[in-house]
Structure formats: C-alpha cells, structure tokens
C-alpha cells in the first residue's frame, strides 16, 4: 500500500513571515517514482476560484520506492493566513510524486502574530478621524 | 527527532455515478461517430467518382427549370447522351447532388456552360454505365471531417476515464499544480477570436461586399425590364420563417434575352415581413421596370443598386467584432502580466499577487484616479446594453412581426419578458450614467498611495462642477473581500466589506468644496491581497449626494503593504 508522509520540525503549524520551513517528508510506494518533490505554496479557499501561489519548489535527486528526506524553506513577508466571509487564505507544504500525481499536504499558518488574521474581527471600526474643511 | 504523518486518502467510485457520466460521454461519442460516418461516406462516394473514366458526351437538352415550391427554386434541368463501352446511354444528372440554387444566375451559369447540342465531358461509373455526371463536386467539403473529432476524443476520453480503476487510494489533483495565466489568456484568446472572425465576416458579407458591389455597378448600364413575377418568399427554419424579396424579371442586352432574379445586393432573407410586401406590391408581373446590367456579365443584373435598409443591420455584427477586439486586448494585457508576475512565483519579501503599490508613490503628494470613472462607467453599460439589447432586438422583431399577422405565439412572448426588462435596466443604466457625466467631480490628492498598518496618510479633496447641488460629503476608509467565480457559464464576484473607518461627513454645503484630513490605518489591517480570482481591497471612498443629479461615489485604491521582514542579525 502507497503512502505519502510529511512533517515539520517540532510539528509546528504556526510562523512567522521571513521564518525558516523545515522538517521531513517521506513516501512508501509500489515502484520507484520518477520524481518528487516538495512544495511550499499558498491557496485561496472560499466562494472564489481557488487561487494559487507557488512560493518555492525543492526537487529530490533520485527517489527510491521507500525514501525520506528533509526539505527547509524560507517564508516570504506576506501573504499572511487569514479568513474572511468570502475567502480564506491557507498556507500548506505538498509533497508530490510521479507518475500517477500522488499527493499529500500539510497545512500551515503564517502571519505576524502566528494566528490565522480573521477579518472584520482584527480590522476594527474606528471613530471618526479629524478633518478640516 | 521527526515524527511523521501517515495518511491514507479514499477515492468516491460510485457506480450510478459512472453511469450516469458514461451516458453523458457515449452522446458526444455517439454524436461525433454519426456525423463522422456520413461525411465519410459522402467523402467516399465524391472521391470515387475520381476514378470513373472520361467520356465525350452531347448536350440534348439544358435549361433552368423553376420549381416555386422550393426553396431553391431554381433547377439546372440538363440531358444529356455518351457513348460507353458500345452501348448508348442517356442522363439528366449535372453531379452528384442535384444542382439547385435561389439564384437564378447560378444556374443560368450552367445552361451557359453546357448549351444544348454542345460536346462536353461527362463522368461514367463503370460499375453502372446508366450513372453518369458533368461535373466532379468539390472536395473541399472533406474539411468537415474535422468538425466530429473534438466530440469523438471528448466522448471517448471521458468514458475511458469514467471505468479508469484508481491507480492509488493517494491519487488527487495536487493543490500546488497551477495553470499559469498565459495558457488561461491563450484559452481566453481563442474564445474571443471567434467573436472577433464571426463579426468580422458576417459584417464584410452584409456591409462590405453588397458596398462594393454598389460601387462596381456604378457603370453598368441601365435596361427596361419587364417583371415576370414577383412575391414574398418564406424560408422556414427551426428559428421561426423569414422572407426574402423574390422578383423575377427578363431584359435584353446585346440583342439577346436575359432573366434574373437579384433584387438588391444583399442576398438572404431576414424576419421582417411589411417591408418586403412594400417592395413587391412595387413591381407587379408584367410591369416595366428599370434594370441595371454588367456590360462585361449580362447574366449579372439587379433592380436596386443602392444602399436599401436592410444593409444597415449589417452593422449589428460589429458588436460581435468590438467584443472580440475588447476581449483580445484584455488577453494580451494578462499575457503581459503573466509574463512579468505569475501567481505561481511569487518573490519572496513581495506582495502577493500581481498589483503592487504605484511606483510614483515615492515622492510625495500624488493625485489618486478614480478605480471607475464615470466614463468607463458609461461606456462599459453602453456596450453591455448595446450588446444585449441587440441580440435580444432580433427575437422581439420577429415576434412583434408574428403578433402583426396574426401568428403570435404566447409562449415565446412570455419567455422574452424577462429578457427585454434586463434589455430596458441596462438602457436606464446608459441614461443614468450619461446624466452622471454632469455631477460633480472629485480630486482626492494623498500624501502616500499605500502605508503600513498603523501608520498615517494626509489627503485634501476638491469638488469641481456643480458644487452647490451638493447636501452631504462623506469620506470613508473601507476595506473589502472580492472573490470572482463561475455559476454556469457565468463569472460572478462577490464582495464583502470587513471594515469601514469614517473620515469625514460634512452636511452644510459651504463646506463641501475642498478640505483635508487625515487616515490612520488600522494597526491590525491585513495587507492587500490581489491574486486573480481573490482580492483584499482598501480604499478611500468618497460619496457626495447630489440633489436631482445622480449621486458621486467615487473610490480610490490605497495599498495597505505587509510588515517589512526584520533585517537579518549581524553576527
């Protein structure tokens, strides 16, 4: 039986944006696959076409049918995780094998505060500022 | 040490479902087969005729035989006698398929070619000597074996699909695998491109040609012409019947006789039915009229050499055209976009998605545009109205014409209701619009285009125009979601205000004109997000009521940017 494993270090979920990525994938398959590699990537999630934002891809040289090894990755400033009425943006690390476009995610959280920004209850409203006419 | 995860993911197989999806794909395959068969077959049949022998063969008979109860009425009725194999033979066909036509000069064209007592060549099958023709049909029509391919492949390809045993319980589509926008602009592309290629030709056989063919008639010569018969012909289609001006005259040129039957230089036949009565109550059988004659062709004539009403619909194609061209240049744009800023990559320490702050907000006060001015706000409904509002003219035409001779038809009146109100909000919409043009206009200069949460932007206002009308100025700061997706075969986007900061709101009119103030953006603001489906928006609205003037709400994009990464520690 096929299998796809993926992990972080310390099985952290949550960081900060310009952090380091790291951890271990791992795969158990039938056959030796032709290629697989790891992937760190956002995705819209919501009532929008999913939207998709490849960050940063590291191949793995001569995979074998049972293998694991380690991936790291630097994070971007933005865009942060965050949820809204209409759309949600997920940050995730795939690891993907060929043939056959196996695939396992693992989802992640990247903000400032290293908690998904739920909108409408973090944007505040404010009193009026001051104006001159 | 590294703990990892195992997961093990099931794929949904039902059968009914495979059913129900093969049903679907075994249509299309089943569709495509049939069409495939009989153009085959029809390929086949012409191709054989290349190898049927050569024969010398002499016209007995040749003329056109009219038939008013077709709609091709015209016949090239032909006989003629070939020798074959010792024995003589005798046939009436001129090629495979009967040779008709609603124009009389096609076929006159034949007589002229094959004149009685003349010697000609003629094919013979060898296999039935008694089945013999004058001419091989054309070839061309072996293109249309393309058309049944896209079905085959899409039916055939869906249905293996459909039975296809899951190779692995972990096999689903990689979230990370993305299309990027050049292969959706080159998609888009093609799909206004036969908007672009229909306009265009339905607009040069309507406008263009019928226009040059005035221009070459201006020297041909002008005939009296007797009328032999004159009516309004019906073509019955799946859409309902139209008409077509069928006047049938004889003049002489060259001291021989000639017949036509071209009343104006627009062929083809349309709904209306009153106009085409009018033309035909003019030139009554057995009239004199007047004709004009190609002196090079005296086959070639027509009644009417002007420009006639209906050439002026041959400009409604030209909607089709301007959407296809409009469409194309939005293509090109996202290509351009996608070549410098895919959302696949996004550099790291970068805003997601493909806008990014205006560069001319390094120095200083800068004046922000409107994201719709007025006038794209006018000129976008006009198009849209324009565009509905002519196709769905066509359908209300004919059925205004129907309901006028007493053909009305409930059903379809019904049905059109809903789509004429739509026609008639858009015309509102135009109107609005245009009345819009005349309201005041806003002139927001700021200090800074985009900022960091908690930091602050300085703007001042100005309103041009008719100031005086307006009651009630309101600034405010708004940030929102947009997510764009298809119902159907329609694109909708959703939007869904997360926050609204109010500025200013200034109710006494003297005020109104010009002022400033100041935004302080939220310090937990997320940062504008703009990918191509999804999008986080902030942005400075200003709402002015107008009174007996449509109301100003103009809105201007701010660029909320994420936190700068710390700078790495020295060591």
């Known amino acids: 039986m096929s299998s796809l494993r993926i992990a972080t270090q310390l099985q952290r979920k949550s960081f900060r944006p310009g952090e380091e990525v790291s951890g271990a994938i791992g795969w158990t398959l039938d056959k030796q696959p032709k290629s697989a590699e790891v992937r760190l990537f956002w995705y819209t999630a919501g009532k929008g076409t999913r939207d998709v934002g490849v960050v940063a891809t590291q191949k793995f040289e001569a995979p074998q049918a049972n293998d694991e090894r380690s991936f790291s990755f630097r994070l971007p400033e933005s865009p942060y995780s965050f949820s809204g009425t209409l759309i949600s943006l997920i940050w995730a690390i795939e690891l993907v094998v060929e043939p056959g476009g196996l695939s396992e995610r693992l989802e992640i959280t990247v903000s400032p505060t290293g908690e998904e920004i739920v909108l409408g209850k973090d944007a505040l409203h404010r009193p009026a500022n001051n104006a001159a006419a | 040490m590294l703990n990892l995860r195992f997961v093990t993911m099931s794929r949904p197989s039902g059968i009914p479902g495979r059913l129900f999806g093969s049903l679907f794909f075994v249509f299309f395959l089943g569709m495509g087969v049939l069409f495939l068969v009989l153009t085959t077959k029809e390929v086949v049949k012409r191709g054989e005729t290349l190898r049927w022998p050569i024969v010398p063969c002499t016209i007995v008979s040749s003329s056109v035989a009219a038939e008013k109860s077709s709609e091709n009425p015209f016949r090239f009725a032909v006989n003629y006698q070939y020798q074959f194999r010792g024995r003589s033979y005798h046939s009436q ?155 049938f005259y004889q003049y002489f040129a060259n001291g021989k006789e000639y017949k036509a039957n071209r009343y104006s230089f627009l062929t083809g036949s349309s709904s209306g039915y009153d106009g085409k009565a009018a033309v035909v109550a003019r030139y009554r059988p057995g009239t004199k009229a007047l004709c004009f004659v190609n002196p090079a062709d005296p ?214 004109g010009s002022g400033n103030a100041e935004l302080q953006v939220p310090a937990c603001a997320i940062h504008s997000f703009s990918s191509e489906h999804n999008k986080i928006i902030w942005s400075l609205f200003v709402k002015a009521d107008v009174t007996h003037m449509p109301d100003v709400k103009d809105e201007f994009e701010l660029f909320v940017l994420p936190q700068p990464l710390a700078p790495p520690m020295k060591v």
């Open chain 2, 93 to 247: 066909r001129a090629e495979l398929s009967e040779t008709r036509s609603g124009n009389y000069r096609d076929v006159l064209r034949m007589v002229e070619r094959y004149p009685e007592k003349a010697q000609a060549i003629c094919y013979v099958n060898p296999a039935h000597p008694e089945e013999a023709i004058l001419q091989r049909s054309s070839f061309w029509f072996a293109l249309l074996l393309v058309v049944p391919i896209p079905f085959i492949v899409i039916g055939g390809l869906g249905i293996w699909a459909m039975w296809q045993p899951p190779t692995s319980s972990l096999t689903q589509p990689a979230f990370s695998r993305t299309v990027s926008p050049r292969t959706r602009s080159f998609s888009l592309a093609l799909f206004f491109s036969i908007f672009l290629v229909a306009g265009l030709a339905a607009f040069a056989f309507l406008v263009i040609r019928p226009m040059m063919k005035i221009q070459q008639s201006r020297h041909w010569l002008q005939l009296p012409c007797t009328i032999l018969s004159s009516e309004v012909r019906p073509h019955h289609g799946d859409n309902g019947t139209t008409y077509s001006v069928d006047i």
């Open chain 2, 299 to 512: 086959t070639e004539a027509v009644l009417v050499r002007r420009v006639t009403p209906e050439m002026w619909f041959g400009l409604l194609p030209t909607i089709f055209a301007v959407v296809g061209v409009c469409g194309l240049v939005y293509c090109v744009r996202q290509s351009r976009l996608g070549k410098n800023s895919s959302i696949t990559a996004i550099p790291a320490g970068f805003m997601a998605g493909a806008q990014s702050p205006p560069t001319s907000d390094l120095g200083g006060p800068i004046e922000l545009k409107a994201r719709i001015s007025p006038r794209m706000k006018l000129v976008g409904g006009l198009i849209v109205a324009l565009f509905w509002n002519g196709i769905v003219s066509v359908f209300v035409v004919h059925l205004i014409n129907g309901w006028k001779h007493g053909r009305g038809e409930w059903f379809s009146t019904i049905f059109m209701i809903p789509f004429v109100l739509i026609g008639l909000g858009l015309v509102g919409f135009v109107v609005y619009s245009l009345v819009g043009l005349f309201s005041p206009r806003v002139k927001l200069t700021v200090s800074s285009a985009s900022a960091l949460p908690g930091a602050r932007i300085q703007f001042n206002w100005t309103l041009e125009g008719k100031v005086q009308r307006v009651s009630r100025l309101q600034i405010y700061f708004e940030g929102r979601e947009e997510a764009t997706y298809k119902r159907g075969t329609d694109t909708s986007t959703d939007k869904a205000v997360f926050a609204t900061i109010p500025i200013v709101d200034i109710q006494e009119n003297f005020r109104v």
